[in-house]
Each structure stands twice: as structure tokens, then as C-alpha cells.
């Protein structure tokens, strides 16, 4: 079992930054995926970006050059470090992890807002 806790989500002007955090729990951190998905209001949930347990990074092209994925797995925690916010980033922000044959996570979500 792994709990995920996010934190760091709030409301920021377009143009701003914001660093959020996932922090995980009850298992070994180092083995898993993990991954930050959104959900915007009224549209699907999307995967964001993933870091891989050996550190390689992918991004979906709307944040790409913008945001950074990072672990710290002595801290057992992942980073989103939003730079460049547009209104279009606004959504509920989830963490999530992943290792095959020790099942997949979802943290609860955390809001971020970019006003125009």
C-alpha cells in the first residue's frame, strides 16, 4: 500500500509559478512510477508528466519547456514545478504511482487556479 498526499495547490496569477509536492508513504518509493495527471472542469483526466524510478522524464506537449517533474526518493517525494501558468493549467492536480506487481496509487487531488 502506498499513501499519496499532495500539497502546494492554490490560486496564482497567469505568468506565475507554482511548485507542487506529492508525498508518499508505506512502501519503498525508490521502485515506483510516478506521474502527475489533471483533470480541468468538464474534460478528462490527463497525464501531465511522468518521471520513471531511473529518473527519465516525459511531458504532455501543452506543458512542456513550462513545468518539471523531479523525486527525491531519500524525501520519498515527487515535485511539479509549474512555471508560466496559463488559465488553461487551472484544474485538480493528482499524483500518482505505479510499479508492476505492486499495484498503482492515487494521491487526492490538489486544486490549482490561474486567474487571467
Known amino acids: 500500500q502506498v499513501q499519496l498526499v499532495e500539497s502546494g495547490g492554490g490560486l496564482v496569477q497567469a505568468g506565475g509559478s507554482r511548485r507542487l509536492s506529492c508525498a508518499a508513504s508505506?512502501?519503498?518509493?525508490?521502485?515506483?512510477?510516478m506521474a502527475w495527471y489533471r483533470r480541468a472542469p468538464g474534460k478528462q483526466r490527463e497525464l501531465v508528466a511522468i518521471i520513471t524510478r531511473s529518473g527519465s522524464t516525459n511531458y504532455a506537449d501543452s506543458v512542456k519547456d513550462r513545468f518539471t517533474i523531479s523525486r527525491d526518493n531519500a524525501k520519498m517525494t515527487v515535485y511539479l514545478q509549474m512555471n508560466s501558468l496559463k488559465p488553461e493549467d487551472t484544474a485538480v492536480y493528482y499524483c500518482y504511482a505505479a510499479a508492476v506487481g505492486w499495484g498503482n496509487y492515487w494521491g487526492q487531488g490538489t486544486q490549482v487556479t490561474v486567474s487571467s
Open positions: 508505506g512502501s519503498i518509493f525508490s521502485i515506483y512510477d
